[in-house]
């Protein structure tokens, strides 16, 4: 199948009116430009006077004297930062060339010692001090703000303080050389044709071949997941799984034991037991045993569940392979293929047969489309941007009832050589309506050009979800905007939004922007979602073990992290695999979210109660999206997560639609 790139209607309007006239009405992104480089030197240039012009904005801000409009002046600084630095530091994740890459993430690291001398100086922090909050927001950014500048030493005795910014440099420096050594692993698996029976011939038919005629099959999702999931062969499956679990090699082992150890140096600065107890003090679950016992809750809710699954997956499996069920043993590498081949044999449900439904850039017209409805607002693509690469697109987002541009967000939907191989948001630009300020985001995915699968389709109204919270702030600071929001919470507006792709409702949405698609049928999606909570025992435990693995590596004495994995993972059902090291390759727990895994289930539990709220019929109510958009993405961080929870849903969240999701 070809793909498509239908004009959206709004832009099949402007380009009927293209004349010298209409060139003038063109719509325009609100915020500054993406800056373009066409050389390293050119960036490493823009990074030299970005952070010159940082310097000398400092030394302007640490003379004014603390009095009503520092607040304002302080956030305004901040965001000055963010327009000087972030595109900068974004391009390593995406630039086509590896030599702007490197410059990116050089760059990167110099803000990276700018932030954390910033968080230490005295001056703003003696400012700071003194000020007197006027009202509610004033004191919550002014709490955060104090706190920040604490957590960075800036209290600390001399020689403690220096050697907190020294462990703050080294361990920012390596996390960027953990996840250069996943990006830049260019991991490649042989196969023979014979071997990937079972594949979709779109998933290799352009691989290049080695001198033996075998086809070399890189990791990155759209190839890795269907071969997992879909190849017969028993060792094809094993061996891109292996090579996929070992992408960051030894190396990154000795880099994360090492994070582990400067971590817990860091947090014993400041007389905390361990990395875990310094970090979780200032998230919502407030405290490690705190978020401990809810992990236990969760262990207690899936265990059984997860047995029963994978006795189910062995007994498929003997089956297939025409083997007593006594010789059957279930592989880590037999999972995704056994549970495709149950919800086909149960359910009917083939994720691949989703894709000519949803070809890529429909996808994003609808998910736009879903968030117009609910939320009020307007998608216009703007064209005629240079971006990093030819193919990312740049969108304008306009209050639908005023026309007001609010915000804008940047798109790269497809896989190539060095590109970040995840599906991420990047918030480029934090909103503040005192300064007049739009935000800026890009969303970042690696998708096949044939066509997504609903998997994938719930992927991307996820990471749109993320778009959104940036996109929707309307907060009166910056340093408060949407997904500035605490670690524990920030994925909820994400998850909360995943099971509107599962309504057949919503996925009529796809006929209104793409009249000539062929509607999805909805028996598939009937189907889809009675296949969807199976084998969520065997996920969630999967999750459960990873929220904590990351804490217990980073509670009390810094331990192995390879031994601690190989112990954890192997008091597991399914043991662990010798000879695979998946800490390797985890760049959540070596990066900025360590200690902080466990906020993926946490704020699942808040998703799910806030969904409650558009239980009844009303996924598409928008009057309840309208109180979502106000009450929880436009208010940031202005107030505590619980409280704006409870201002949209009227009472305290609770757990009950998470438990009793997990027992469906
Ligand atoms: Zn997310």
Redesign the pocket.
């Known amino acids: 199948m070809t793909p498509r790139h239908p004009m959206h209607p709004v832009m099949a309007a402007a380009a009927a009116l293209l004349g010298s006239a209409a060139i003038a009405a063109a719509p325009q992104a609100p915020g500054p430009a993406f800056p373009t480089f066409k050389t390293a030197a050119d960036l490493k240039a823009a990074c030299d006077r970005g952070l010159d012009t940082a310097t000398a904005a400092l030394r302007q801000l640490e003379s004014r004297p603390a009095d009503g409009g520092w607040l304002a002046a302080y956030d305004r600084f901040n965001g000055q930062l963010e327009d000087l630095g972030y595109p900068l530091q974004f391009l390593s994740a995406v630039h086509p060339d590896k030599p702007v890459r490197d410059a990116s993430e050089a760059c990167e690291q110099r803000w990276t010692e700018f932030q954390s001398s910033l968080g230490q100086n005295e001056k703003l922090f003696k400012a700071a001090r003194e000020l007197k909050p006027r009202d509610a927001i004033d004191r919550e950014l002014l709490k955060t703000t104090l706190e920040g500048f604490e957590d960075a030493g800036v209290a600390l005795p001399p020689a403690q303080r220096e050697r907190a910014k020294a462990l703050n440099d080294r361990i920012a420096a390596l996390g960027l050389e953990f996840d250069r050594n996943v990006r830049d692993a260019a991991v490649q698996v042989a196969f023979t044709e014979a071997e990937l029976k079972g594949v979709p011939e779109a998933v290799w038919k352009n691989a290049k071949r080695d001198p033996e005629g075998r086809l070399l099959l890189g990791v990155d999702y759209p190839t890795y997941h269907p071969v997992l999931q879909l190849a017969d062969s028993t060792s094809a499956r094993e061996r891109i799984w292996r090579a996929k679990v070992n992408e960051g090699g030894e190396a990154n082992l000795k880099l994360l034991a090492e994070i582990t150890r400067l971590r817990k140096e860091y947090a014993s600065l400041f007389g905390a037991a361990s990395w875990a107890d310094f970090v979780v003090r200032r998230r919502m679950a407030e405290s490690v045993p705190k978020a401990q016992a809810f992990l236990a809750e969760v262990k207690a809710a899936v265990e059984e569940r997860e047995r029963r699954e994978l006795d189910e997956l062995r007994r498929a499996k003997a089956e297939h392979l025409g083997q007593p069920l006594d010789a059957v043993r279930m592989e880590r590498w037999d999972v995704p293929f056994y549970t495709e081949r149950a919800r086909k044999a149960r359910y009917s449900v083939d994720q691949e047969a989703f894709r000519p439904y949803f070809p890529p850039q429909e996808s994003l017209l609808f998910c736009f489309r879903l968030i117009e409805k609910l939320m009020g607002v307007r998608y216009e693509r703007v064209p005629g941007v240079t971006l990093w690469h030819p193919e990312a697109q740049t969108w304008r987002v306009l209050d639908a009832k005023t026309n007001k541009p609010l915000a804008t967000l940047w798109l790269d939907l497809y896989p190539r050589e060095g590109k970040y191989n995840h ?3 990047w918030s480029m630009r934090s909103g503040s309506t005192a300064a007049r300020r739009t935000p800026q985001a890009a969303l970042v995915v690696n998708f096949d050009r044939q066509g997504l699968t609903l998997d994938e389709l719930e992927t991307l109204l ?2 749109l ?2 778009a959104v919270h940036n996109n929707l702030s309307a907060t009166r600071y910056g340093q408060q905007a949407g997904t500035s929001t605490k670690r524990d919470f ?2 909820a507006p ?2 909360m939004l995943e099971d509107w792709v599962y309504d057949k409702q919503v996925l009529k949405l796809f006929g209104e922007v793409c009249p000539n698609c062929k509607p999805v049928p909805d028996k598939m999606i009937e189907q889809a979602k009675a296949a969807r909570d199976y084998a969520k025992g065997i996920q969630q435990s999967r999750q459960h073990l990873f929220a904590s693995y990351d804490l217990a590596l980073y509670s009390g004495e810094p331990r192995d992290p390879m031994a601690l994995w190989a112990q954890m993972e192997g008091a597991t059902p399914l043991g662990h695999v010798k000879g695979t090291m998946f800490p390797a390759g985890f760049s959540h727990i070596a990066t900025n979210y360590s200690a902080g895994y466990y906020g ?1 289930l946490w704020s699942l539990v808040v998703a799910m109660d806030m969904r409650t709220a558009f239980d009844g019929g009303k996924r598409l109510d928008p009057q309840v999206g309208r109180r979502y958009r106000d009450k929880v993405l436009g208010n940031g961080s202005q107030l505590p997560p619980a409280a704006l929870v409870k201002e949209f849903l009227g009472r305290d969240f609770n757990s009950k639609a998470f438990f009793e999701d997990l027992k469906k």
């Open positions: 599906a991420a948001v996820h990471e979800g993320h920030v994925e994400s998850q993926y």
